[in-house]
C-alpha cells in the first residue's frame, strides 16, 4: 500500500439526492481532517450523474452546511481548481472516452436488453434456484448484448437508435484484492461480482465508472468513504486495473457505520424525527414539501460541538481527552485511530459536548450570541451586569438560549413563581421571618456576596432557625424558583433595592394568590 503521506488529496463526493445527513458530514470531516493534517488538499465533488434523484437545493445546502461546520473545501464547485469541472454534470464529455477505451480493451460491452428481457431473465434463474440473479459472466452469454449478437451487429442498432447501457465485462473466477486502511486485506472473487452497467444510454455515466474517473483525473490519493461503499470498491479496484492504472489507485479507507441509539441498524435520515433529535447539521426543507426537518444549528448547537461530537463517532484519540477544537482535531487525526465498528450516536452526549464547549466560551462570547437572540436585553441594562449574569449561569447551560432562561430572574424584570415550588416551600408562618431577614439584609453598606452569606447565617443562628425553611422561601421570592446558581451572588448581582422590592412582591402576590 502506498503509505507515502505526501501531496495528498482527498475528496468529499456527495450526490444532491436531500440534505446532507450527520453520516455525511462526518465523512467529509474525516477528510477535511486527514487533508489538513497532511497538509494536501480538500475537494468538493458533487455527484449528479443520475438525473432522476436530483433535489433542487441538495447542492446548496451541502455547501452552506459545510460552511458551517468550517470544513471549507480548497477546490470545488463553486470555489474552483485546476481539475474541475468540480460537477460530474458538467463532465459529461470526459467519462465517454473512457467508456469507449474499456470497449475497445475488451473489458467491457455493449447490451441492448429491455426491461422485460431483464425481468424474463431473472425469473428463469429464481425459478431454477438461483437467489439473486444478476446480469453476470454466466447469463451475458443468453442476452442481447455485443457479446452474443457481434459487434457490427451492435453498431448497427446503436446507429437505428436502438437504446443500450455499456456493461463491466467481469472476468470469471479472478481474486480482486485491496489492502482497506481501516480494514485490511480485502479479497472478493469476481464470481460474486455482477457485469455493472458503467454508461447508459442518456449519454451520463453511472456513478462507478464517473467516480473512478474522477478520482484519477483529480489525482485523488486517499478516498475515505462510508462502509456503505465497500461492495462498489471491487469493481473500483478492477476498473483501475482495466484501464492500468493500478499504480495511481488511491487508498481506500471505508469508514465504520454510525448506529441508531436504540438498537444495531444503521441511523437513518427518518430516525432523527422518530427520536427527538436532529440528523442534519441544518434545517432542511424540500421544495416541494412543507415538512421541515431540523438541525443541529438551529436546534442552538456550536459548530464546534457539532464537530466534535461527529470526530468521536468512530473515531479516538487514545488518550482520555474528549474536547477538542478543530485546529486540535487536526493536529491529533489519524486514519489509524478509526475502528471498523459502527458507533452509536448518543444525543445527551452530543448536548453534553456543546455544554462543554460553552464553557469553553469567554463571558464576552457569550454575551455577543446572547444578545443577537434577544436584543431588548442591552437597552435595559448595562454591558458590565449582563457579563454578571452570564459568569453566573454559564455552568447551568446546554446551549445560548439556556443563558436567557437561568438568567432570566436577571434579565426580565417579571417574575414568575413557579407553582410546585411555592406549593412545596413557601411556609405563610416564617413570612415575618423572611421579612426581617430581608430588612437585615438590606441594612449591609458593601452588599457583596460575602457579607449577604455572612448576615444570612448570623440571622439564621439567632433566631434558630434551620437552613431549610428560610432559605428556600428567599429563592422562591427573589428568583420564583427552588433551583439555581449561589443565592449569595445572585443577590449581590440583584442589587439590594431589587431584592426587597421582590420580597415585599412576592410576600403580596403568593398571599393573595
Ligand atoms: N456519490 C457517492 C455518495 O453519494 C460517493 C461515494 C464515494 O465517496 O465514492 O456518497
Not at 455547501?63 to 471549507?72: K, M, S
Not at 426580565?412 to 413570612?431: L, R
Amino acid at each position: 500500500m502506498n503509505e507515502e503521506i505526501s501531496n495528498i488529496r482527498v475528496r468529499f463526493a456527495p450526490s444532491p439526492t436531500g440534505p446532507l445527513h450527520i453520516g455525511g458530514v462526518r465523512t467529509a470531516l474525516y477528510n477535511f481532517l486527514f487533508a489538513r493534517k497532511h497538509k494536501g488538499t480538500f475537494i468538493l465533488r458533487i455527484e449528479d450523474t443520475d438525473q432522476k434523484r436530483f433535489v433542487p437545493g441538495a447542492e446548496k445546502y451541502i455547501l452552506d452546511a459545510l460552511n458551517w461546520c468550517g470544513l471549507t473545501p480548497d477546490e470545488g464547485p463553486d470555489m474552483g481548481g485546476e481539475k474541475g469541472p468540480y460537477r460530474q454534470s458538467e463532465r459529461k464529455e470526459i467519462y465517454l472516452s473512457f467508456a469507449q477505451q474499456l470497449l475497445e480493451s475488451e473489458h467491457a460491452y455493449y447490451a441492448f436488453d429491455t426491461p422485460e428481457e431483464l425481468d424474463e431473465m431473472r425469473n428463469k434463474m429464481k425459478a431454477s434456484g438461483v437467489l439473486s440473479p444478476t446480469y453476470n459472466s454466466i447469463t451475458r452469454s443468453s442476452m442481447q448484448n455485443s457479446l452474443t449478437l457481434g459487434m457490427d451487429e451492435a453498431r448497427k442498432r446503436i446507429d437505428s437508435g436502438d437504446s443500450y447501457v455499456i456493461r463491466i465485462k467481469m472476468p470469471r473466477n479472478q481474486e480482486i484484492k485491496f489492502n482497506d486502511k481501516i480494514r485490511g486485506w480485502v479479497s472478493v472473487n469476481t464470481n460474486h461480482i455482477d457485469d455493472k452497467v458503467i454508461y447508459k444510454s442518456d449519454g451520463m455515466p453511472t456513478y462507478h465508472l464517473a467516480n473512478v474517473v474522477d478520482d484519477y483525473l483529480m489525482e485523488i490519493t486517499h478516498v475515505i468513504r462510508g462502509e456503505e461503499w465497500l461492495p462498489s470498491a471491487p469493481l473500483h479496484v478492477f476498473l483501475y486495473q482495466c484501464f492500468g492504472w493500478s499504480s495511481k489507485m488511491p487508498v481506500f479507507s471505508h469508514l465504520p457505520l454510525i448506529l441508531k441509539p436504540d438498537g444495531n441498524g444503521k441511523l437513518s435520515k427518518r430516525d432523527g424525527d422518530r427520536l427527538g433529535f436532529p440528523v442534519f447539521p441544518l434545517n432542511w426543507r424540500a421544495s416541494d414539501q412543507n415538512e421541515i426537518f431540523s438541525g443541529y444549528k438551529e436546534q442552538g448547537f456550536y459548530p464546534e460541538a457539532f464537530v466534535n461530537m461527529l470526530a468521536f463517532l468512530g473515531w479516538n484519540p487514545g488518550t482520555e481527552q474528549e474536547i477538542f477544537s478543530l485546529s486540535d482535531l487536526i493536529s491529533e487525526f489519524s486514519l489509524d485511530r478509526v475502528g471498523k465498528s459502527g458507533s452509536k450516536y448518543d444525543y445527551e452526549k452530543t448536548k453534553w459536548f456543546n455544554q462543554q464547549h460553552l464553557r469553553l466560551k469567554s463571558d464576552s462570547e457569550i454575551f455577543e450570541t446572547i444578545t443577537e437572540l434577544d436584543n431588548s436585553i442591552v437597552e435595559k441594562f448595562s454591558r458590565e451586569y449582563i457579563l454578571q449574569v452570564i459568569s453566573l449561569v454559564k455552568e447551568r447551560a446546554i446551549f445560548d438560549l439556556d443563558i436567557l432562561k437561568e438568567g432570566s430572574c436577571f434579565l426580565f424584570n417579571e417574575i414568575n413563581f413557579d407553582d410546585s415550588a411555592v406549593n412545596k416551600k413557601w411556609n405563610p408562618a416564617f413570612i415575618p421571618h423572611l421579612k426581617s431577614l430581608s430588612d437585615k439584609l438590606f441594612a449591609i453598606n458593601e452588599f457583596a456576596e460575602k457579607n449577604i452569606e455572612r448576615v444570612f447565617h448570623d440571622y439564621l443562628q439567632q433566631h434558630n432557625l434551620g437552613l431549610g425553611k428560610i432559605m428556600p422561601m428567599l429563592r422562591i421570592a427573589t428568583t420564583g424558583r427552588l433551583a439555581g446558581p449561589s443565592m449569595f451572588r445572585s443577590l449581590e448581582i440583584m442589587g439590594k433595592e431589587k431584592m426587597l422590592n421582590r420580597i415585599t412582591e412576592a410576600i403580596d402576590t403568593i398571599k393573595n394568590g
